[in-house]
């Protein structure tokens, strides 16, 4: 399975304006290879850099049950329960935040899975009641990182 972007490429920087502070909207995405046996896909985004300026892996974007037959998700894709539902990130809001690194450049990883059932979590919900609903069901990963600066 892979995963990638027309807007940066893996380890690249990602544009300025998919920051939070600019116009925090999600970069599109691309998504091909996604087993057959995939019933659902899920999307985590996150800074594994914001440990030592947050004290924790900061949570970018949850989103699930997005359909695996889906090849593209669109710059600021605007999800509704028929299309996926999405979880609550670390700036307590539901939906996409963007890159906002308080002291240096982050790496920031868009973590894709192929998961075997739909899961039933209600939007909103945090990563790790997300982590918790999919364990057991992944059946493939892919992951694309990208840079951001201050």
Do not use: C
């Not at 920031?108 to 990563?127: H, I, K, N, W």
């Amino acid at each position: 399975m892979e995963l990638s972007s027309p807007a940066f490429d893996d380890g690249g920087p990602i544009p300025v304006a998919y920051g939070y502070t600019e116009r925090n909207v999600n970069p599109p995405l691309e998504l091909a290879g996604v087993p057959d046996d995939a019933e659902t896909l899920a999307l985590v985004v996150d800074d594994p850099d914001a440990v030592e300026p947050a004290g924790k892996v900061w949570i970018h974007w949850l989103v699930w049950n997005v359909n695996p037959t889906r090849k593209r998700i669109p710059e600021d894709w605007s999800t509704d329960s028929a299309t996926a539902t999405e979880g609550e990130n670390d700036y307590e809001e539901v939906g996409y935040g963007g890159p906002n690194p308080p002291d240096r450049e982050h790496t920031y990883r868009f973590r894709l899975f192929a998961l075997d059932d739909t899961l039933d979590v209600p939007e909103g919900s945090s990563l790790d009641r997300l982590e918790q609903a999919m364990a057991g069901h992944v059946v493939a990963e892919a992951v694309l990182e990208g840079t951001y600066a201050p």
